[in-house]
């Protein structure tokens, strides 16, 4: 049933600074603007009731994460098993060439406490392996003058070294390519029996251990990225132009490019997706024209 699960808290700062670089020195001379934002936060239990503390698996007391509250409890991955050094795993038995290999960490004693490596893969397994609140964030805008022209460039990014989509769907790479879609580039690297060194898991798992195997951090990536939100460039007509008909105030033409580039590391489709989202912020370019009357 639902409840309250006891109190959260947020806390962090932003930052934002504007600053005038070059004023101008006569009207229509060149002048530069900058503003800068930087913010910085953490999601966290304050409290928890109970009821909530006494369904609290023992991996998430062990590792003293339960005040987080969004972090990635997950298994440990040790790379893919490519079956040309040998056998499966001991902790592992019958592991498929192409499954990703998990590390045995813990088992649970009589008691139900974690006790150390137990020769199997089980829920005691898991452990914390990131937390999914960015590190911080952050904007840069520049603006340009020159006589009747402007530019705009507004750039933005995010710190965020332990996140994924593919946890708990497995959106990312292996959907794609197994029924037949346009996959990922880190595809082209699968195991296969005609690629026995290839470094990214099969798309026919196992499910003895895909369960385990799904929520591994293999799947975690660096979702860093700075990205070119907009760049406007505008061109206001004259005076001299403006002056020689009655029907306008002021006539100002834009040309807008948005999602421009992204320079990340991130393999995924988009650094900004989460869960389900499969649609990537789209490129795209505006043409605009602003008159008043």
């Known amino acids: 049933m639902y409840g309250n699960a006891g109190k959260t808290r947020s806390t962090g700062y932003e930052i934002n600074v504007e600053s005038q670089n070059i004023r101008p020195s006569s009207p229509g001379g060149f002048e530069w603007s900058t503003t800068v934002n930087f913010s910085h936060y953490r999601n966290y239990w304050v409290e928890r009731s109970p009821e909530a503390l006494r369904v609290l698996a023992r991996y998430e007391v062990a590792t003293g994460r339960e005040a987080l509250f969004n972090p990635y409890f997950g298994y440990l991955s040790e790379g893919v098993f490519t079956g040309q050094y040998g ?13 990703v290999i998990v590390k045995d960490i813990n088992g649970y004693n009589d008691q139900g406490d974690l006790v150390g490596p137990d020769g199997q893969i089980t829920d005691a397994d898991r452990t914390y392996i990131g ?42 790479e292996s959907t794609m390519d197994a029924y037949g879609f346009n996959a990922m580039p880190g595809s082209a690297n ?6 026995p060194t290839g470094t990214f898991p099969t798309s026919l798992y196992d499910e003895t251990y895909s369960g385990y195997q799904n929520a ?27 002056s020689r008909q009655k029907l306008f105030a002021n006539v100002r033409l834009s040309f807008d490019a948005q999602n421009l580039f992204t320079i990340t590391n991130y393999p995924g489709l988009d650094p900004e997706l989460n869960g389900d989202n499969f649609y990537p912020l789209v490129k795209s370019f505006v043409f605009g024209i602003n008159a008043n009357f």
């Open 131 to 172: 937390n999914q609140d960015p590190k911080f964030s952050f904007g840069l805008g520049n603006t340009f003058r020159y006589k009747d022209f402007d530019l705009s460039i507004f750039l933005s990014g995010l710190k965020q070294k332990k996140w994924s989509p593919l946890l708990g769907g497995r959106v990312f």
């Open 216 to 242: 591994s951090n293999y799947w975690l990536a660096d979702a860093t990225f700075l990205r070119a939100r907009n760049i406007t460039l505008g061109y206001t007509l004259p005076e001299r132009v403006m």
């Open 87 to 99: 056998e499966a795993p001991g902790h592992m038995p019958n592991l498929l060439p192409g499954g």
């Open 190 to 195: 699968r195991w296969t029996v005609n690629n």
